[in-house]
Each structure stands twice: as structure tokens, then as C-alpha cells.
T-cell receptor, first 116, second 111 residues
Framework: AQSVAQPEDQVNVAEGNPLTVKCTYS??????LFWYVQYPNRGLQFLLK??????LVKGSYGFEAEFNKSQTSFHLKKPSALVSDSALYFC??????????????FGKGTTLSVSS | DTEVTQTPKHLVMGMTNKKSLKCEQH?????MYWYKQKAKKPPELMFV???????INESVPSRFSPECPNSSLLNLHLHALQPEDSALYLC??????????FGEGSRLTVL
């Protein structure tokens, strides 16, 4: 079965510093990986995805993620954090075992807090 | 137009009421989803529709009844809910194999 793990419940970083939100995955075949962000009382917003190709994926709002097959990781990064980046971040993997083949399975989420 | 629209944004209902949540997308996506999300928890998959046919039902109680009238619309009919069903209900759509686009959700409170 496919799964993702987000080992940190919360990440704290000062504004202007680089940030990393960690995600590891477990899949039986090739991973299809995604990052989403959720602001309070809002839906989930898509940030970026890895399907195939370059290991460094660039996404929305200056975020990027590095796919590392040997470490089965897909960490989210940003060179310089903003206070407005404070939100709940979800890593997700596509469940290719599902009938529709498109359902996403989400990690537990990591709360990012950026202080000014 | 990359938008999934959900109505109502907020809904309060008693345990004997019947209500419906609605979702609409005009991105030509043929997969549509209902997720349930409790506060600060990840979304939990409830139903998946593929080409207007129900393809996944994640053992959801029958008091939740999905409906896909056409390729742009997705409904979730609610009847005899329990207080523990109070949550944010998220609709999403996608091309098959692509990323999901989520609506802003309908926050349901069951009294």
C-alpha cells in the first residue's frame, strides 16, 4: 500500500531563513508525489508535484521540492520564508492501487510557523 | 478557469434533517472526489467518481449519499447525521492521473 509520512508536527522558522518541511514515502512502484498547503478555514491549494524527470521540482509561491529515490524522500523547501507562508502543509502520494487510480493519500500534515 | 465551487460554505443541521452539499467545476475534469476533514487532520477520502460513475466508496455510512448528475456537478446528500459527522467537507476534481484541485469546502455542524 502507498503511504507518506511527515515526521514533524510543527516547523518553526524565522522570516528570511530557509525552510524545509519533510516527507518520506512508501510505494510499490513509481511514486507520484504532491505538496499542498492549507490556510485556516480554507481548502487545499496545490503547490507542486513530482511524476517523473528532474529531481528538483519548482512550484507555486517560490516553493520547490527535492525528490530523492534512495532516501524515499520528497522534502519541501523555500530559500527565504515569509510570515505569510505560515500554514498547514500536506504531502500526498497518488494511490495507483485505487480503482480510479487518482485518489490521493495524505500525510498527517506539518504546521509551519514563520516568525517576524 | 481553475476553480472548484462548493455551496453552502457553512451548514448547520439537526440530526433529523436532510440537506445537500453541492460542488461544481468547469475544468473538464472527469474525476471528482469528496473528502472529509477534521480540524488540523489530513483529508480522508470518502467517494470518487470517474466519468460520472462511482468508482470508490471508502466504507462511508449510508447517511452520506453521493450523486454525480453530470460531468461538472457533484452532490453529497446528508440524512440523519450524527454530531461526530461535523467537519469540513472538501470537493475536488482532476484529470485522471493529475493533481487534485480543491474547493474551499463546506463546514458542516450537526447539532
Amino acid at each position: 500500500a502507498q503511504s507518506v509520512a511527515q515526521p514533524e508536527d510543527q516547523v518553526n522558522v524565522a522570516e528570511g531563513n530557509p525552510l524545509t518541511v519533510k516527507c518520506t514515502y512508501s510505494v510499490s512502484g513509481n511514486p507520484y508525489l504532491f505538496w499542498y498547503v492549507q490556510y485556516p478555514n480554507r481548502g487545499l491549494q496545490f503547490l507542486l508535484k513530482y511524476i517523473t524527470g528532474d529531481n528538483l521540482v519548482k512550484g507555486s509561491y517560490g516553493f520547490e521540492a527535492e525528490f530523492n529515490k534512495s532516501q524515499t524522500s520528497f522534502h519541501l523547501k523555500k530559500p527565504s520564508a515569509l510570515v505569510s507562508d505560515s500554514a498547514l502543509y500536506f504531502c500526498a502520494v497518488r494511490d495507483i492501487g485505487s480503482q480510479a487510480g487518482t485518489a490521493l493519500i495524505f500525510g498527517k500534515g506539518t504546521t509551519l510557523s514563520v516568525s517576524s | 478557469d481553475t476553480e472548484v465551487t462548493q455551496t453552502p460554505k457553512h451548514l448547520v443541521m439537526g440530526m433529523t434533517n436532510k440537506k445537500s452539499l453541492k460542488c461544481e467545476q468547469h475544468m473538464g475534469h472527469r474525476a471528482m472526489y469528496w473528502y472529509k476533514q477534521k480540524a488540523k487532520k489530513p483529508p480522508e477520502l470518502m467517494f470518487v467518481y470517474s466519468y460520472e460513475k462511482l468508482s470508490i466508496n471508502e466504507s462511508v455510512p449510508s447517511r452520506f449519499s453521493p450523486e454525480c448528475p453530470n460531468s461538472s456537478l457533484l452532490n453529497l446528500h446528508l440524512h440523519a447525521l450524527q454530531p461526530e459527522d461535523s467537519a469540513l467537507y472538501l470537493c475536488a476534481s482532476s484529470h485522471h492521473g493529475g493533481e487534485l484541485f480543491f474547493g474551499e469546502g463546506s463546514r458542516l455542524t450537526v447539532l
